[in-house]
């Protein structure tokens, strides 16, 4: 292999597999340990691809490693460790556990850009839909994410998994405040159902940050205030709202189609 280390671990007290444990089931471990678990094949070849610095660590099952599974792909690591399945099993977040995981070093938390066309999280609980939204933020043109205090932890197994790889293409900002929303130079736009602009109607400037709040209680009265405009978002089959994550995927597709064709 091209990497410089090979390891075959079958201690459960071994300190990396310790750390890895912690990484999967403290969302929030990442910020005091510096280091990211990345679970699976595409998130592995994601990193590989666009993650900017090598693996800290390749971490591979005894199966997938007799197999020769994957041993390009470890060779993004600096290192390449060999454990058992039950080990992996032991150490993952996913019913079927992963041949393959990167230990990969915390990017650090960059300075808000001011003209970047952005996404404003704030206090989106649910992992899932921050993922889902980095991942449609992505698609559509916004590199930058600004996660508001409150907000799932951006770089947790579960947001990493529904992102689908998005991370290594955004420039994420976490743990702030309102106010930080100030540097902005870019206008902050939002939803709302009482808006008496329609989302296919309303002049979207660009580049511009959208705001996406609470899957209950939706964005704060101080966000609010901060947006220069308030759209609505039809919904002509009667529903209330629309899950947060749909709701951003909605907005964002029509922000970049109405630059498309401005």
């Given amino acids: 292999m091209a990497n410089n280390k090979l390891t075959?671990?079958?201690?459960?007290?071994?300190?990396?597999?310790?750390?890895?444990?912690?990484l999967a089931r403290h969302p929030g471990d990442y910020r005091k340990l510096g280091q990211v678990l990345l679970e699976g094949e595409h998130l592995c070849q994601a990193w590989a691809a666009r993650g900017g610095a090598p693996a800290l660590h390749a971490v591979m099952t005894e199966t997938a490693w007799h197999e020769g599974r994957f041993v390009e792909l470890a060779e993004a690591a600096t290192a390449t460790v060999i454990v058992s399945d039950a080990a992996m099993a032991d150490l993952g977040t996913l019913d079927t556990p992963v041949p393959i995981a990167f230990v990969v070093p915390l990017p650090a938390r960059p300075q808000i850009q001011p003209e970047a066309p952005s996404v404003v999280l704030d206090r989106v609980q649910d992992a899932g839909n921050v993922g889902s939204i980095l991942r449609s933020a992505a698609a559509f043109g916004f590199g930058q994410i600004i996660a508001l205090q409150g907000t799932a932890s951006l770089w947790s197994p579960k947001v990493l998994r529904a992102a689908m790889g998005a991370h290594f293409g955004l420039s994420l900002v976490e743990g702030l405040e309102a106010e930080s929303l100030g540097e902005l130079a870019v206008p902050l736009l939002g939803t709302s159902s009482h808006a008496p602009t329609a989302l296919p109607d309303a002049a979207l400037p660009w580049p511009s940050a959208w705001v996406f709040g609470n899957e209950g209680a939706g964005a704060s009265a101080d966000v609010q205030a901060r947006c220069a405009a308030l759209v609505r978002i039809p919904q002509p089959g009667g529903e209330e709202s629309l899950n947060v994550a749909a709701a951003a995927a909605v907005c964002l597709y029509q922000a970049s189609r109405s630059r498309s064709v401005a």
Avoid at 8 to 22: E, Q
């Fill in 8 to 22: 075959y671990i079958t201690s459960r007290d071994n300190a990396l597999l310790v750390r890895l444990r912690k």
